[in-house]
């Protein structure tokens, strides 16, 4: 009676063990790196890390996409940075902050974009870098885009929005 009683303990202990993995493994924010992308738009939670990079242009000295494949949806946030430069951008010093979602329509694909841009009247937004090292760069974002297509000027709050992008 102690053996049997004994085995469906470690029987129940072994599945909830397994059971607890699994669930953490697909609630988790992290890449396979142990970056993120991730922010809520109107209050629904969203995570970008399917695909991470930072690149540059003439314009802009970082641009970070994060890209979602289940959603089809990318969020864009743009801003120059000197290197190792940490603070709190907004607007006025030239960032960028846009959101994809792309929806297929009669076969094909149209993406609806809201924007947050010095030149876009009733947006907003920061972007706060808390650590900008050599191997990455790390911090914090929220924005009011403005949608840019007839189909959808709507507003889009983007909140509690955080990042950790190899460099």
Same mark, same amino acid.
């Given at each position: 009676?102690?053996?049997?009683?004994?085995?469906?303990? @470690?029987?129940?202990?072994?599945?909830?063990? *397994?059971?607890?993995?699994? !669930?953490?493994?697909?609630?988790?924010?992290? !890449?396979?790196?142990?970056?993120?992308?991730? *922010?809520?738009?109107?209050?629904?939670?969203?995570?970008?890390?399917?695909?991470?990079?930072?690149? #540059?242009?003439?314009?802009?000295?970082?641009? /970070?996409?994060?890209?979602?494949?289940?959603?089809?949806?990318?969020?864009?946030?743009?801003?120059?940075? !000197?290197? !190792?430069?940490?603070?709190?951008?907004?607007?006025?010093?030239? @960032?960028?902050?846009?959101?994809?979602?792309?929806?297929?329509?009669?076969?094909?694909?149209?993406?609806? @974009?809201?924007?947050?841009?010095?030149?876009?009247?009733? #947006?907003?937004?920061? @972007?706060? /870098?808390?650590?900008?090292?050599?191997?990455?760069?790390?911090?914090?974002? #929220?924005?009011?885009?403005?949608?840019?297509?007839?189909?959808?000027? #709507?507003?889009?709050?983007?909140?509690?929005?955080?990042?950790? /992008?190899?460099?």
């Amino acid at each position: 009676m102690k053996t049997r009683l004994k085995t469906i303990v @470690i029987g129940l202990l072994i599945s909830l063990f *397994v059971f607890y993995s699994c !669930n953490n493994k697909s609630e988790s924010n992290l !890449n396979k790196e142990g970056y993120y992308l991730t *922010v809520k738009i109107n209050g629904v939670k969203h995570i970008f890390n399917d695909k991470m990079d930072l690149r #540059s242009t003439t314009e802009l000295s970082n641009i /970070i996409n994060g890209y979602n494949k289940k959603e089809k949806t990318r969020i864009t946030l743009g801003l120059n940075l !000197n290197n !190792n430069e940490t603070g709190t951008f907004n607007l006025e010093d030239k @960032i960028t902050l846009v959101y994809h979602d792309k929806i297929i329509f009669k076969g094909k694909s149209i993406y609806y @974009i809201w924007h947050a841009k010095k030149s876009v009247l009733g #947006s907003s937004g920061t @972007i706060t /870098i808390t650590e900008n090292t050599d191997t990455y760069l790390e911090g914090t974002f #929220s924005f009011k885009g403005v949608g840019s297509t007839k189909m959808d000027a #709507s507003i889009k709050n983007f909140t509690e929005g955080k990042f950790k /992008i190899k460099k």
